[in-house]
């Protein structure tokens, strides 16, 4: 018998690695604009998560790959407006 595994929702795992969340440009733009969803110098994904209705792990993912598609830049500048904006968010968006 074969026995499957399966990967659940949610945080990725620890690893050397997981400190690049913290490190990128996008992040940085997030500590900077949400201070008050941040906590020792790092975002509180859960909260954005919660506001934006993305999963933790899709938020962890732009954190990892400092991109975001034109849908989920849209949610963060109508969620938070007038703190985030286009411009902001235009460096890091793909098509």
């Known amino acids: 018998m074969t026995e499957t595994t399966t990967k659940t929702p949610g945080r990725p795992p620890k690893t050397i690695q997981d400190q690049r ?7 940085a733009l ?6 008050e969803h941040a ?4 975002i509180v994904v859960r909260r954005i998560a919660g506001l934006t209705g993305y999963a933790n792990y899709t938020v962890y993912r732009w954190l990892q790959n400092d991109r975001l598609t034109p849908r989920a830049a849209g949610t963060l500048i109508v969620i938070f407006a007038g703190r985030i904006t286009k411009e902001d968010l235009v460096p890091f968006v793909f098509g």
């Not at 969340?21 to 992040?27: C, N, V």
């Not at 906590?39 to 790092?42: C, D, S, T």
């Open 21 to 27: 969340f913290y490190d990128g440009a996008l992040h």
């Open 30 to 35: 997030l500590v900077e604009k949400l201070p």
């Open 39 to 42: 906590k020792g110098g790092r």
